[in-house]
């Protein structure tokens, strides 16, 4: 991008608008989840079917975040982001309609490529900021994506409950949520190509620091996706806890993860990246164990806040380390968004696979082995601690990008 110099008010403005765009985002997420049963029984699918189904947005994010970065280099970042924030939020639109298992295959294949190619935009351009004021804000923009989705979910749920048609609702949703998106767009830093700057490929292999900063995100993600989908049938299904409590353990560690990404940032500004990383994967290996040597619900539900806990900042870490770690930033963080997509994608079914064949305490065990390499891999997230100035020293005009 080209070299461009804005003073602390803008960076700061733009720090905002990029914090709404990731909301927006989350709100999107959440919008749609909440209504997935309704979309079930709309397109008149199975069980088996919607789990195929739910594949496709993965696999249209691994596929289109790579164009990404192309997109940013043609129109301007602050364009693409405008443009690719309103197909994400307009395509939550797509799933309700559809009326069969193909057109909802083919309905979820774009809202996932839509989704992923906003998440790398909205990263990249998070990153820059984050370089620009000298210090982290990258766990609190993946904190405020988690209220975004909290928010979303609440609103969903309120329509569920009144039982409202789930098109009407998204239509609703997807006109507020993209007005806001563009909008805040308004705001972000307008970085454009340099005269002399060639395009990136619009499909390559990601560098191979990338590869190494995305396996931290791997374990992180894969421990998130466990439990996430798994924490409550830990509780009822080995501790014999209520469905009530069950769901409180999940909804316990979704809350812990966002509390922990909103004030993350000021953790990674006084110890690094890789320390903060490294005590994360501590606590998250402590968790796990907590969780596979349980023997009443009140240790499990321990566990897995302690597993929220130390994971939370790693996903948003990876990221920023990605972002600083090659002269293209766009196809680094696509490169690490698109294994934290597979992990997200693999992990549920992992853990029901291994449980299947052995039990929930063996799967759990392999969470916990995926904690411990947070430990032992943090230092390839040097990256992101990189040039950063020391807490409280910041310039009055902020210079533009490396190129």
Same mark, same amino acid.
């Given at each position: ?41 709309? $397109? ?16 249209? $994010? ?27 939020? %307009? ?13 909802? !295959? ?73 007005? =806001?998106? #563009?909008? /805040?767009? @308004? ?31 791997? !374990? ?10 798994? /924490? ?14 069950? $769901?409180? !353990? ?12 909103? #004030?993350?940032?000021?953790? *990674? ?19 796990? =164990? ?56 693999? @992990? ?13 305490? *063996? ?10 390499? %947070? *430990? ?20 009055? @005009? ?6």
């Amino acid at each position: 991008m080209s070299e461009v110099v804005y003073d602390e008010v803008e960076v700061r403005r733009a720090r905002y608008a990029v914090a709404a765009v990731f909301a927006v985002h989350g709100a999107v997420t959440g919008s749609f989840a909440t209504r997935v049963p309704w979309i079930q029984d709309h $397109a008149s699918v199975s069980a088996g079917q919607l789990g195929l189904a739910l594949a496709f947005p993965a696999l249209g $994010a691994s596929l289109a975040m790579p164009l990404a970065g192309s997109i940013s280099h043609r129109f301007g970042a602050r364009n693409a982001l405008r443009g690719l924030i309103a197909l994400w939020s %307009l395509s939550l639109v797509l799933p309700s309609l559809a009326p069969n298992l193909l057109t909802l !295959c083919l309905a979820l294949f774009v809202y996932g490529a839509t989704a992923g190619m906003a998440d790398v935009a909205m990263n990249a351009l998070g990153v820059d900021v984050e370089n620009r004021l000298g210090r982290s804000i990258m766990s609190g923009l993946h904190g405020l994506w988690s209220a975004g989705a909290l928010i979303g979910s609440a609103a969903g749920t309120l329509a569920a409950h009144l039982g409202a048609d789930a098109r009407l609702h998204h239509v609703l949703a997807a006109g507020v949520l993209t007005a =806001l998106g #563009v909008a /805040s767009c @308004a705001w972000v830093l307008d970085l454009q190509p340099g005269e002399d700057e060639e395009p990136p490929p619009r499909f390559a292999l990601p560098p191979r620091s990338a590869l190494l900063i995305g396996a931290v995100g791997f !374990c992180a993600v894969f421990a998130e996706g466990a439990s996430l989908d798994w /924490s409550a049938v830990y509780l009822r299904d080995r501790l014999e806890a209520s469905p009530g409590l069950a $769901a409180a !353990c999940t909804t316990g560690f979704t809350l812990t993860m966002a509390i922990a990404r909103l #004030v993350g940032d000021k953790v *990674v500004d006084r110890y690094g990246s890789v320390r903060t990383v490294r005590v994360g994967g501590v606590l998250a290996t402590a968790g796990g =164990l907590l969780i596979v040597l349980a023997s009443h619900p009140a240790a499990a539900m321990a566990g897995f806040a302690l597993m929220g806990l130390g994971i939370a900042v790693v996903v948003p870490l990876c990221f920023a380390a990605a972002g600083r770690s090659g002269p293209n930033p766009s196809l680094a963080i696509a490169g690490v968004a698109t294994i934290t997509y597979t992990s997200g994608l693999v @992990a549920p079914s992992a853990i029901g696979g291994i449980a299947e064949a052995t039990s929930l305490t *063996v799967s759990f065990g392999l969470v916990t082995v995926l904690a411990c390499g %947070l *430990v032992l891999f943090a230092g390839v997230l040097r990256a992101g601690d990189r040039d950063r100035p020391k807490v409280g020293r910041r310039p009055s @005009a902020v210079p533009g990008p490396r190129t």
